[in-house]
């Protein structure tokens, strides 16, 4: 199990909560394409990356990834696109964060389908686990955020929502950037989003219990 797919794998816990898709897309690029580029070529998790199986740096996931990638950027502008995406938000995300955690944190993926088969759980199969488990309840905490954004301005004539796109969209790209480049301190940035969601949530709440107010009747 290799320290940098770690740290990879758990720091970008948030920005699978946000962006599944695009984030999957980002990482599958720098696995194939990252030791080529200038200044973080051979970065430790950029070469971890790059021990990626072939499967995931193959054309066919990453055109694969970069359709459902754009799906994603556009249902911000849609809500046909965003409905059908919240029907599976959290089980996606989950999914799909546990599915780039499989492919970074063990190359050898045939060894990992036949330690499940003959020996119940690998320690690889474990952590992927942990990182679906994490972004799942991330997801959660993002959506309830999310839906008082649209409910406060539901149908973006202030232009909170198109800023949230913007920003969930940009910080996906850069965090992961980010995150290559400070692994340490893009996982303490990670665990400060996640608690200012969670805050952000409860004090909403607190706002609208305070609202309330007896029935008259």
Not at 128 to 145: E, H, Q, S, Y
Request: aromatic share 10%.
């Amino acid at each position: 199990m290799n320290l940098a797919a770690i740290l990879y794998t758990l720091s970008s816990v948030p920005i699978f909560a946000s962006r599944p898709f695009l984030a999957a897309f980002v990482t599958a690029l720098l696995a194939r394409f990252g030791s080529e580029l200038p200044w973080i070529g051979d970065n430790s998790i950029v070469v971890a990356l790059g021990q990626s199986p072939a499967w995931f740096q193959s054309t066919t996931c990453i055109v694969v990834l970069g359709f459902w990638a754009v799906l994603e950027v556009l249902s911000a502008k849609s809500p046909e696109i965003r409905q059908v995406l919240d029907q599976i938000d959290g089980f996606v995300k989950a999914g799909v964060a546990m599915l780039v955690a499989f492919a970074l944190i063990d190359a050898d993926t045939a060894k990992t389908i036949g330690a499940i088969q003959k020996a119940g759980f690998s320690l690889e199969s474990l952590w992927a686990l942990v990182v679906g488990g994490l972004t799942w309840l991330a997801a959660g905490l993002r959506n309830k955020v999310v839906a008082l954004v649209i409910d406060a301005d539901e149908h973006d004539d202030v232009g909170l929502q198109s800023l949230l796109a913007w920003t969930e969209n940009s910080w996906t790209v850069l965090g992961l950037l980010f995150l290559v480049i400070f692994p340490l301190a893009a996982l303490a940035l990670s665990a400060l989003t996640t608690a200012g969601i969670w805050w952000a949530r409860k004090r909403a709440e607190e706002r609208e219990e305070r609202s309330k107010a007896p029935c008259p009747g």
